[in-house]
């Protein structure tokens, strides 16, 4: 995620890292070629005039545009459910960590309690490991007894035998007389939704968008961005170019965007930051038990994984 | 459902599987030849000259998007409500199988609680089976007591009588001690959401969007189309069969994606992957209890039933 | 509502039965003599030449189409809303009636449970009366003890008097050691989630979309139609009527559609299958008790009340 | 509140009550007039040309109704969810009058439900009182013990300590043993959601749509309607008075439509019916415990406070 | 936030203070000023004429509208949802202080709830000031004894700390036999909420909408306007400058409240009133013990902060 203060509207102007540009560039200097070969032929190939006019690439481009924004919203609202289960899980995992440190009746001390919360941490992390398909080993090696470690690293849903193993201990602590029934009733709650948050991102990332949406609508955006300059170079002459780019450039950046949003989760500049969110649940569950948080040092680069 | 990587953005200008175009194309052809005619006469027929322009198209080009939109709003809608009842499927079996296995004090070996994770399995199928109306009788074999399949094969509606069951197991487990009423309250809780699950995937099946809106757009996409070349041939001469055929491809590609997502429990390219899905959900479920994960092959050609 | 099977896309554009053309043909027709006697008149009235041209009408077609957009999502959503009430009535009752036979220890095949059951059903029916403004006195005579029968037919909020006796059948059940407070609780529960819905339904049959907003729209989509042929006669000639009718049908029957999707309680051919849905709970709730369904004939003319 | 049935399409064309226009007519008579001079004076002033053409208000005419549909929207949505505030109210209060009469061992005709259903009504007067600014006085003197009433009379926040009161309640009938624990949450939990419901209300009341949005739109939707006529009067004459004060008759009346519903608790014509629900809220109530219903006489003027 | 009744529609359109002109003048200046250029020099620059027409502006002006209309919308769907959080958080306040009250044995009078109900107000501030970046220190002073106040001034996540002595208390509570399992179940189910209110504000603050998106439509808003008087110089003359500042004045305005909007917690003139919500809540509290309301002397610039 990319995470820079607002400039000053002018210098916002010319800003590089954070935009999108860099990554479209190749395409508008393409295009920015091919409109000047054509206004340079005056929009005739082999001494065929290629006869366009504004007309229907206003018609179109009013439609292409609200295409656009239809894809738009719905990527936008892919990366903030993916934002909003993330948060859910701050959220739920604070409580559960709260109910076991006053809920049960170990004692905010005991080891039990610090024990759970280890469990919610490794649960962040092999969740966070899942769903960018990188290896869990070493943040669960690192958070977890050895042989639990040991049998979950050949398991394929991870964080679901994390949760039966929060269970376990739940009965644990039942049958040490450590909770009732009722109490037992209110981490189960937050279990079920702990769960609910764990299948939300696993739909997130087991169903794009469909894809032939995506299909459409990108060769849609590209085939109307070749055509333009010959839509416009009778009227416009050399400011052609000008045009023809700085239209393609917001509907080319604008899908190009929608593509990295729509999957909230992956690794491109603007996904969401698993990394330091992973480790803000950490510091922030370790606090409760009377831990100190080491801050981040603020990224050089703006972005932050 | 569809799954294929995003290719590079100028390779995916000239993709066919996964893409509507197949589809459509027999409509396209038509059209263009219908456009390449009217160039040919120059928009007369028996030297009855179609008094059209450009003006009324851009006009209502823009509210036909408009309401293009609005309908693929709906559409997409559902579809991803589709896809959301089933994530809820996949948390609330998973919460379930956690409950009788962690909740209850028959221990995580017992033959009660995989019985109880059977009938959650064989919900799961069940409730497929019934949105596609297709047999359940294999899968219900397969999964159930020989006697309790037979019964179900009979009734109208399955899912609803196994989560009957799934009560009964839940009172014979009360009567037996192993659980007591807070614990049955957490379970039945469960029970609610799955009923919430079951219910929001008949509505979807049932109640599609108002057939008067299908019709009205449909119709009022395609005679717009019919109408384009006379509008564009004084202008835009031969090129009016590549715009025309540009911008109907668009327009009819989208209604016809609308159509298919409308459905989202069909068999269609881009319906849910039910079969995928209902195999994960068993694949989990039955990880929970101790038995190893056989994943699926990659599908060849980039479709999951 | 309507219920018919998408056709081949070229049938589709001859549809009668299921179309909101029968019912806006007469305003249609009004609209073509108006527009062949303005082209007959070159737009003139007593010599006086009606100066106008497309301009303005592209210009407000679009923000029409815009306004007529908005009018269509919120009634669609009522629709829908309206929907989803009646699948949650569907969930919830399902939930009920489980627990009754499943939570309670009256057994199965006690009368109790088949009795709170009967108050399911003839709560689902009072409510569908109370929105319809029909008489439920047959339905209530039919699935009642003639005694309380007689007592909710001079009621004014029927269902609600319903849910109190169902809270005083769960009351006697406890006070029969059938139930205990933890169970009691979780009827509970539900019967909140019924009061829900039931209030819910009211909400949408007692507030319509605002008075004035429908009134607005219905102007400008009836003066923007009858100001149309007079902006394209000069442009268009013969053609005008035909495009002007094109548009005003559209416009026209949306503006219709969402008219009847507003009120989605009602009897119009859109309007929710309230007698199809109620029939439905009805079957699965008896199917729960043993009873096997009996299913309808599907409708002959594609509409369901 | 106006409740007035739709009528013939025709009809609708010329109906004054319960239409916004009484209200935006003076403004649109001066637009009236300015268009008619710009019409007389050829678009000129002092021999000073005003040199426009329709262009660029086409351009802007789309935006602003785009804008104008945003703030249309959120206006909407703001009364919608004080509609569903009041829907909740009614659910809410008749859960707690069905758990008053039915969950303690009270009993239906007992003294202490019947004070609990006061004490509910009494919260859905204040809280209506507390919306309009107005006195709660009299109701509250009608509905509760004197001395009681009384200490409200004083109070900030009224219905917040009518809850409390209502917490009272429950405490009472727990020490006198007519509840148990469990029985008290689930009355406890109705509590929380009627807390929502007045937060929720004290929201819309307290933070209307950003003032910045309102005063920009206003400004925008006036400016573009006096620049109009300049813009049309060279192409459309005298018809331009005709045009200028159709799109105006929408645009001005939209805005004023959606300046209404954004206070959706106020006094104004389209504002919600707070008097007749909070009667209805009494009714249905009071007929839970044996009371029959009055029902108001329909109003005459449509309007209903 | 900006509190200001509304005007007679004539005055409002000369509002200064609450609109967003002030801050936009700047860059409108320098827009009039190279409009004005433009006409002057008639769109020549060294005597290279600049070839525009309106044509490409109403194409791309039109999308333009729709990419600010969903940035737009963005915007304000963060300022509605973090208000709605403070909305909760009020709700969930009230709630809990009334639980304190009326659940617990202790009764209204004791020092317990009361000491309860401070650490509920201190929450609020101190959720306040991590959102704003301030310090909180004086409060937590103010509301807290002065061992818990030292130690949380050092730690980072203050709220969630202070929730875990809330649930302390509730344990201490118990232990003294005030409360029971399931009163104190009914507690915890609201602490749950306070964690989902405070994640949620985090989750505004952190993560902003993509830093891509703002700083795409930022250059595209700002380029059409640079653009913008080439375009219609020759059509509309001297003019020109009033038409673009006009146009221009609606962009970027939109642009600029979208911006404030997009951080509803900051302090800018559009945020949120988080210091009156604060006193607000302290004063509905406090009112609950018995306290009179001192409430604020209303703003004298209308800006409430």
Same mark, same amino acid.
Request: net charge positive; proline share 5%.
């Given at each position: =995620?990319?995470?820079?203060?607002?400039?000053?509207?002018?210098?916002?102007?010319?800003?590089?890292?954070?935009?999108?540009? %860099?990554?479209?560039?190749?395409?508008?200097?393409?295009?920015?070629?091919? &409109?000047?070969?054509?206004?340079?032929?005056?929009? &005739? $190939?082999?001494? =065929?005039?290629?006869?366009?006019? #504004?007309?229907?690439?206003?018609?179109?481009? /009013?439609?292409?545009?609200?295409?656009?924004?239809?894809?738009?919203?719905?990527?936008?609202?892919?990366?903030?459910?993916?934002?909003?289960?993330?948060?859910?899980?701050?959220?739920?995992?604070?409580?559960?960590?709260?109910?076991?440190?006053?809920?049960?009746?170990?004692?905010?001390?005991?080891?039990? %309690?610090?024990?759970?919360? @280890?469990?919610? /941490?490794?649960?962040?992390?092999?969740?966070?490991?899942?769903?960018?398909?990188?290896?869990?080993? /070493? !943040?669960?090696?690192?958070?977890?007894?050895?042989?639990?470690?040991?049998?979950?690293?050949?398991?394929?849903?991870?964080?679901?035998?994390?949760?039966?193993? =929060? *269970? @376990?201990?739940? @009965?644990?602590?039942?049958?040490?007389?450590?909770?009732?029934?009722?109490?037992?009733?209110? $981490?189960?709650?937050? $279990?079920?939704?702990?769960?609910? /948050?764990? *299948?939300?991102?696993?739909?997130?990332?087991?169903?794009?968008? %469909?894809?032939?949406?995506?299909?459409?609508?990108?060769?849609?955006?590209?085939?109307?961005?070749?055509?333009? +300059?010959?839509?416009?170079?009778?009227?416009?002459?050399?400011?052609? #170019?000008?045009?023809?780019? $700085?239209?393609?450039?917001?509907?080319?950046?604008?899908?190009?965007?929608?593509?990295?949003?729509?999957?909230?989760? *992956?690794?491109? +500049?603007? !996904?969401?930051?698993?990394?330091?969110?992973?480790? =803000?649940?950490?510091?922030?569950?370790?606090?409760?038990?009377?831990?100190?948080?080491?801050?981040?040092? %603020? #990224?050089?680069?703006?972005?932050?994984?």
């Amino acid at each position: =995620m990319i995470i820079r203060r607002k400039e000053h509207w002018f210098r916002m102007l010319f800003i590089i890292k954070g935009s999108v540009l %860099p990554k479209v560039l190749p395409r508008l200097l393409l295009l920015l070629t091919l &409109s000047v070969l054509v206004v340079y032929l005056r929009g &005739s $190939f082999f001494h =065929m005039k290629v006869q366009l006019n #504004p007309a229907p690439f206003t018609l179109f481009g /009013i439609a292409l545009a609200l295409f656009l924004g239809f894809r738009n919203n719905a990527s936008y609202d892919r990366f903030w459910e993916g934002r909003k289960l993330w948060g859910a899980l701050l959220n739920d995992t604070r409580s559960l960590a709260r109910q076991a440190l006053t809920l049960s009746s170990y004692g905010r001390e005991a080891a039990e %309690p610090k024990q759970f919360i @280890q469990y919610l /941490i490794a649960f962040t992390y092999s969740l966070k490991h899942q769903l960018r398909r990188t290896d869990a080993g /070493i !943040d669960l090696d690192r958070l977890l007894p050895a042989s639990l470690a040991a049998s979950l690293k050949t398991a394929t849903y991870k964080p679901v035998l994390l949760m039966r193993e =929060m *269970g @376990q201990w739940l @009965q644990d602590a039942k049958a040490a007389g450590r909770i009732d029934s009722i109490q037992q009733a209110s $981490f189960d709650n937050n $279990f079920n939704k702990l769960s609910d /948050i764990l *299948g939300g991102c696993e739909r997130l990332v087991s169903t794009p968008i %469909p894809y032939t949406y995506s299909v459409l609508l990108h060769r849609t955006v590209y085939i109307y961005c070749l055509l333009l +300059p010959f839509g416009f170079v009778d009227s416009l002459g050399w400011m052609t #170019p000008v045009i023809v780019t $700085f239209i393609a450039y917001t509907f080319v950046a604008l899908e190009a965007i929608a593509d990295e949003l729509e999957e909230p989760f *992956g690794m491109e +500049p603007n !996904d969401l930051a698993l990394d330091a969110m992973s480790r =803000m649940i950490e510091n922030t569950l370790l606090e409760m038990t009377g831990k100190p948080v080491v801050t981040d040092a %603020p #990224p050089n680069n703006y972005y932050i994984s």
